[in-house]
């Protein structure tokens, strides 16, 4: 079956050149325009498979005409030809981008030209007349569409100047698509080699349950060494409804979007794919930032906080007590006889030591505060939240915890030193002080902590 064939001129000798020259060939239909507009009226009625256009027309140019096409699915896979006068001057740039398939020159002699037509006539080139028929009847739909389109794209890319705030663009990439489709719960994953996120937007499931369902969808998902989630969590054990949107940059996985329950989801799902590059790239700017975060602030042995951002936080820290009347603790915590580990085990046994102790830390002081590796074998913990009785069953339960454990080589114990910031004006004394009380545990045993605080039955104050 032949080809259906549209000539976009706004000369009438041209028009009847290509006309006698495409008469030649086996074609379904030939039809002709005289500007770009009527070319696109004429296009989105009949959808022809190949569509020859003048690249300087009045008003709508050839390229602009292909920008406008190639923006409807059902002109992916049409063949464009452009053809070019004398006076024509392509930027190659817009050329590359303009989504023709082929520039000819009218300047070629008519034999040449002719076999040129012939030759991109019979390649495998279609359109496909059974998608988007039903909203774009002519061509200010496709502006209007264009349009909302350039808007969407422009609203996420407007985001990537937060980047060094996470949840807050992903809050505000949430309310967006708000605006398209009403959904009960949504959740967006970012996905790097160092850390995996999800944000829960009203998902009544577990951690598990969610992490679960969203990793499922990707094809071949990377493993971050850390995984943090954000927004509340329930008991629920089933999720209905989902509908995932897989993210990739560069071919590989970096993220995804989910919603529950979701009104309207065809909707949704055309605005994601319009927003598909633009969400690619915001995505992979988070994760570059979140990499860059992750590289200056994180101990790499441990996944601790290293000691710059424990001395940052103290800081603040010690700022904000002043200014808001509260007390906040801090510990030292060292590992008992490590240089006899590493000189008889070996540093990688060493090194096992330190990850499983700071995963153990870690696990016990999250959501009281923050520890981090403070250099060699001494960790810190900054504890705003806690009274002076709750830090003592916290260290107790850390060192137990450390003395119960079987590391590869046998046990391991932790010496603590603790102090309160109430009677010290600045936030060096303070870590000082915890460091001498380390030292006294040190001296006096080892596994053990030493308090310059009496434990009270008081409120935390924070």
């Known amino acids: 079956m032949g080809k259906k064939v549209l000539v976009v001129d706004d000369s009438k000798f041209w028009r009847l050149v290509l006309q006698s020259i495409l008469e030649k060939f086996e074609i379904e239909a030939l039809f002709t325009a005289e500007n770009a507009m009527q070319g696109i009226e004429i296009a989105l009625k009949n959808f022809p498979d190949i569509i020859i256009t003048d690249y300087n027309m009045p008003g709508i140019s050839g390229l602009q005409m292909c920008l406008y096409l190639r923006s409807i699915p059902a002109f992916k896979d049409a063949g464009i030809v452009v053809l070019t006068g004398s006076d024509d001057i392509i930027n190659q740039f817009w050329a590359e981008h303009s989504g023709a398939n082929k520039f000819l020159s009218k300047l070629l002699p008519k034999d040449d030209l002719e076999k040129e037509l012939e030759s991109f006539i019979k390649m495998n080139f ?153 969400l690619s790239l915001l995505f992979n700017t988070l994760n570059l930032f979140r990499e860059l975060r992750v590289a200056s602030t994180i101990d790499g042995l441990t996944g601790l906080f290293n000691k710059k951002e424990l001395l940052r936080f103290l800081e603040e820290t010690h700022e904000l007590s002043k200014k808001s009347d509260f007390t906040y603790y801090v510990a030292m915590f060292d590992v008992d006889n490590f240089k006899k580990v590493n000189d008889t085990y070996g540093h990688l046994v060493g090194d096992e030591v330190l990850k499983t102790i700071g995963k153990i830390l870690k696990e016990k002081v999250q959501g009281n505060g923050i520890v981090g590796r403070y250099g060699g074998e001494e960790f810190c913990a900054i504890l705003p939240k806690l009274d002076a009785d709750s830090v003592v069953r916290l260290i107790d339960d850390i060192l137990d915890t450390v003395r119960n454990t079987k590391f590869s080589h046998g046990s391991c114990t932790i010496s603590c030193g603790a102090v309160s910031s109430e009677y010290y004006s600045s936030p060096t004394e303070v870590l000082k002080a915890a460091d001498e009380m380390l030292y006294i545990s040190k001296r006096t045993g080892k596994d053990k902590a030493s308090f310059m605080f009496l434990p009270k039955e008081n409120s935390p104050t924070f």
């Not at 629920?236 to 590989?252: A, C, G, M, Q, S």
């Open 126 to 278: 279609c359109a496909n007349n059974s998608t988007e028929k039903f909203y774009i009847s002519n061509i200010y739909d496709v502006l209007e569409q264009k349009m909302r389109s350039e808007v969407l794209n422009r609203e996420i890319l407007s985001l990537i100047q937060f980047a060094r705030d996470e949840l807050y663009v992903v809050r505000k990439l949430v309310n967006l698509f708000e605006n398209f489709a009403q959904f009960s719960a949504s959740a967006v994953l970012l996905l790097s080699p160092i850390e995996g996120r999800i944000y829960n937007f009203g998902f009544q499931a577990t951690r598990k349950t969610l992490h679960d369902e969203l990793v499922k969808n990707f094809e071949k998902p990377i493993q971050p060494s850390d995984w943090s989630y954000i927004g509340g969590y329930g008991q629920e054990l089933k999720i209905e409804d989902l509908i995932t949107f897989p993210i990739k940059y560069d071919d590989n996985e970096i993220g995804l979007i989910a919603f529950s329950k979701t009104a309207d989801f065809r909707v949704l799902i055309k605005t994601l794919n319009e927003a598909y590059e633009s």
